[in-house]
């Protein structure tokens, strides 16, 4: 018989004869293929050539190579009452060959996931490598002729992957192929103010959630723009849920606007240059100046008022000041130093003024205050009510004057301290005594 060579996995076929007299059909003819599988009887292939000559054919199909004898099978073929005779059938190993995997496209922080194919004819147990090309390495034998290519890729980028593919007898494979991973912008889902409505001079807080599959590997930076032509501002982030990181800020509005409404924007940036945007609005109102003109005062006949006040606002506005002193001549201008304001003035004639002083903010709103002067002694006036009632009246005066009376004008009759609790009405004392009819003479006296 005829050396024989074959591929593993492929379909071998073998055609013998024999010479015999008087072979009778259907005698056996068994074929050992020496690899464990079972004997082959072809005795129905036998057919008559002539001259006491028979032919016969085989068919068999090697799935693996042998280990040893060099890849050699030795085929043993019987023919019952005839002879045995051995030829060797040799089994070429074929190494495995990968399937190209085609154009991959993942996104960062998702486990992408490919079902690579491979061929290898032969029964082989395959060794596979598999190196991600992002310093990830996963190896792992199979029988299978596919496998998991599963891999998570932390950032954006493209990255050489390669598979090696070799079976039991050493033959291999390899493929590199580019598995391009895209960069995931953040998504802010949320933005919030603890309050939708605030005034000048407060401050704002905002809060806000964003996602992305990318959370644990990407840096993120979170700005605020507050709407207000100032500078954004960094926001604190933490991470939360998963795939989500929370995030919240704080700003104080100096100033309104003239809608009265800013709109916030939080702009929330991973480290590979994506943006993701989202907005919303406050309401910050004007506040009126609160303003401080002083406490009541009196001051000598023709001395000038000499004093000062101050104003405060919440808001970064600008102002102007007016003043009323209170007898006929109408609103003056006052000028304002930062935020005070002071009074250089002479009365025309001693009594009760009424001095006003209002601060107007470049919104419109206004602040104003009072403060009563008494220019000169306080006039006591004294009305008889009954035969024993009197009411006193005088200006209230911020000097603290004494109430006294006495009988008579004589040096031998001396002025006494009244103590008195007096009711105020626009800026008046009155005081109601029962005195004895005697008791004529009342005065003030200003220390």
Not at 111 to 122: I, W
Not at 123 to 144: I, K, N, P, R, Y
Not at 194 to 214: M, P, Y
Request: charged share 15%; net charge negative.
């Amino acid at each position: 018989m005829p050396t024989y060579a074959v591929a593993e996995g492929s379909s071998l076929a073998i055609t013998g004869r024999f010479f015999h007299a008087s072979w009778v059909p259907g005698t056996a003819i068994n074929v050992n293929w020496a690899d464990g599988t079972a004997i082959s009887n072809v005795t129905g292939s036998v057919t008559s050539i002539g001259a006491n000559t028979w032919r016969f054919t085989a068919t068999h199909t090697y799935v693996d190579n042998p280990a040893t004898n060099n890849s050699t099978y030795l085929v043993s073929v019987g023919i019952s009452g005839v002879a045995t005779r051995t030829a060797p059938i040799k089994v070429v190993n074929l190494a495995p060959s990968l399937d190209a995997p085609g154009s991959v496209t993942w996104f960062e922080g998702t486990l992408g996931t490919r079902l690579p194919t491979f061929t290898d004819p032969g029964a082989d147990t395959c060794h596979v490598e598999l190196d991600f090309g992002d310093g990830g390495f996963v190896s792992f034998d199979t029988t299978q002729r596919f496998f998991d290519f599963s891999h998570r890729y932390v950032d954006a980028g493209v990255y050489d992957a390669t598979i090696t593919v070799t079976d039991d007898d050493g033959d291999w494979d390899s493929i590199t192929f580019p598995i391009t991973v895209l960069n995931v912008a953040p998504n802010v889902t949320v933005l919030v103010t603890q309050t939708n409505r605030i005034f000048e001079g407060d401050a704002a807080f905002v809060s806000g959630l964003f996602t992305t599959t990318a959370r644990d590997y990407d840096s993120f930076t979170a700005m605020i723009d507050w709407g207000d032509g100032r500078l954004r501002t960094p926001a604190y982030m933490v991470n939360t849920i998963a795939n989500t990181k929370s995030f919240s800020a704080s700003h104080r509005y100096l100033d309104n606007n003239s809608s009265n409404t800013f709109v916030i924007t939080a702009y929330i940036s991973d480290d590979d240059g994506s943006t993701n945007t989202r907005s919303t609005t406050i309401t910050v109102q004007n506040t009126a100046p609160t303003v401080s003109a002083g406490a009541d005062i009196g001051i000598p006949a023709a001395g000038p008022l000499t004093s000062y006040g101050f104003f405060a606002d919440r808001g970064d506005d600008t102002f102007t000041g007016r003043v009323d002193y209170g007898h006929g001549t109408g609103w003056q201008a006052l000028p304002l130093v930062n935020s005070t304001f002071s009074f250089n003035h002479t009365f025309p004639s001693n009594g009760l003024y009424k001095v006003t002083v209002e601060i107007t903010d470049d919104d419109g709103a206004k602040g104003d205050d009072s403060l009563y002067v008494v220019v000169g002694p306080p006039r006591l006036s004294i009305t008889r009510l009954a035969p024993t009632a009197v009411e006193l009246s005088w200006p209230v005066h911020p000097a603290g004057f004494h109430l006294q009376r006495r009988l008579t004008l004589s040096s031998t009759n001396v002025w006494q301290n009244v103590a008195n609790s007096p009711t105020t009405a626009n800026g008046t004392n009155y005081l109601n005594l029962s005195v004895p009819v005697d008791q004529r003479y009342w005065r003030l006296i200003w220390p």
